[in-house]
Every structure is written in C-alpha cells, then in structure tokens.
C-alpha cells in the first residue's frame, strides 16, 4: 500500500486485478476497492496484526449514515440529529422553513448574556459536525459560531432557529449517484463588506464531482 | 478589510483555486481518470474583465498576491489545467 501524498489518511494500491483504497480515522478504518481478491486477503492481514473487527459492508462511519443502493450512494446523519433535537428537546417544536433570520444581522453582546455558555458551545460544536452532510445550514452556523467566546440569549435564540430548521428537513441527505459526465466544478460568491460591524466580507464555494458535492 | 469587492471576489477565487489544485493531484494519484478541465464560477464581471484583459493590471495592485495565484494558474491551460471562469446570471 502506498500513501497518498495530497491526503495522508488515504492508502491505495493499484494493480492489474483492481485497486484498493483505505481510508484511516484514528481507529476506524474504510476500505473499498474493485479487487475483492485482494480486499479479504488485507482484510486478514489487519486482523492479524491489530485487534480488529469486521463490520462487514459500510453503514455507520463517525456518526455518519451510509445506505447504498442502485441509484447511488446517500450519506446522512438522521440519528446524529434525532440525538441533538431531543438533547434540546425541540423535538415536538414547530419547523421553521429558514435556517437563519435574513432580516436580523446577530452582533457580539447583543442582548443578555447566557448563564451557561458551555451549552452554547456545545450546541455550535455539534452543528459544526452535522454540516458535512447539512451544506444548507453551513452559513448558519458560521454565523452562530462567531459568537462563541461571549454568546447572548439572541445567539441562542438563533441556534434554535436552525434547529427548528434541521427538524423540519429531516429527511435532506447528500447523493452521490452515477452521471455520465465527469468533470469537476466549482462554484464560488462573495458577499462585499456584509458584516456591519468591521466590514469584513462573507466568502463560499463548492466543489463538485461529476454532480455530486464533495466540499 | 477589502475595498473593493473584486478583491474579494478574487481571494475566494484563489482559495478555491488552491482546493482545485489538491483535488486534481488527489485525483491523479488515486487514478480516477484525467481530468483536464475544471470549471471555476464565479459572478463578478469585473473580476471577468481582469481575468482575460492583462492591460487592467496595473490597476490591480492591491489584489495582487491572489491575483498572481489565479492567473499563474490560469495561463497553465497547456499543462492540463485549465479554468474557465463563466458568468453565471
């Protein structure tokens, strides 16, 4: 196996029956390939130099969901959620259609300050963690996060906005299904000077892959 | 502070140029095929007009460092990679 230079938790070989891939986080490791031949005899081989286990095809990897199916492959992170909604218990609240207020731009010590700003930043921190299969609230939360070291109850409030949004949209996952062009593309805008309290400016892009988004 | 808001059109550019950049490489090595042309959006006209007019840039020298990145890259076409910057409306 050789590692890959531009990403060093990647591991891959090529050969004339395949090839194989394996992808390392901390102690949980993917392994997906066209040489199955190959795969298992690797397989055996982790197993027999570290305490492993075989948890067979891919369903659940750092709290995300992986279904796979004709159409494609759809990664989400529904149980991730469930868990942050009733942590909050906003699991019986009404659904919201937007994740953040367009009309009200949050400012630092906006209000009063909260009595436990350790929840907030929990809550924030989890956020974070949902957008790499929730792009939609990407902004939201960048938003929410600037506020970490001081946040006040109009901070909060608006973290509960994006979860009453995330309630409402449970069902949004991210495809990656088959197309017949490959080619990637990119997409980037800016917001000019958008913060009102320093100027500073809002920038975005992503990157996707023959349609499907990967950043 | 950017004062002018090709400026900032162009540090998104290059920060997304640099992400293209190690995409392209990631894709090289793990063999997913050639891929000779990447897309780049973007919806400025004034960063359009930079892009494919060299006169303007002695204008530009406030948003040179991302704008050197970016056109470095740009007149690389016959090395493979090639951006094209289309305006999307």
Request: glycine share 4%.
């Amino acid at each position: 196996m050789t590692r890959s230079k531009t990403d060093h938790s990647v591991f891959y070989r090529h050969s004339n029956a395949g090839c194989i891939y394996l992808v390392v986080y901390v102690d949980d490791i993917v392994l997906t390939g066209s040489d199955h031949h190959d795969i298992s005899k690797l397989k055996h081989h982790i197993c027999h130099h570290f305490q492993t286990k075989d948890l067979s095809k891919l369903r659940y990897f750092l709290g995300i969901e992986v279904a796979q199916s004709n159409h494609g492959i759809v990664i989400t992170q529904r149980k991730y959620v469930l868990d942050l909604l009733e942590e909050t218990e906003l699991l019986n609240s009404k659904s919201v259609e937007t994740p953040i207020d367009p009309n009200i731009k949050l400012l630092p010590s906006q209000g009063e300050p909260l009595s436990d700003p350790e929840k907030y930043k929990r809550l924030v921190g989890k956020l974070i963690y949902l957008t790499i299969t929730r792009p939609d609230i990407s902004f939201a939360v960048s938003v929410v996060s600037q506020f970490l070291n001081s946040p006040c109850v109009n901070h909060l409030n608006a973290v509960t906005l994006i979860l009453k949004y995330i309630k409402g949209s449970l069902g949004k996952c991210l495809l990656y299904g088959h197309n017949d062009y490959i080619g990637v593309v990119c997409y980037t805008d800016v917001d000019w000077a958008g913060s009102p309290l320093d100027r500073r400016c809002t920038s975005g892009y992503c990157v996707s892959i023959s349609g499907n988004l990967i950043s | 502070m950017a004062r002018s808001s090709a400026e900032t059109e162009y540090r998104v550019m290059a920060l997304a140029v640099c992400e293209l950049i190690w995409l392209k490489q990631l894709l090289k090595e793990l063999q997913f095929g050639e891929v000779t042309q990447m897309t780049l959006i973007c919806d400025n006209q004034t960063t359009l007009h930079i892009s494919s007019n060299p006169v303007f840039h002695e204008r530009t020298g406030h948003i040179e460092v991302d704008c050197h990145l970016f056109e470095k890259k740009l007149h690389l076409e016959t090395s493979r990679l090639r951006l094209l910057i289309q305006m999307i409306n």
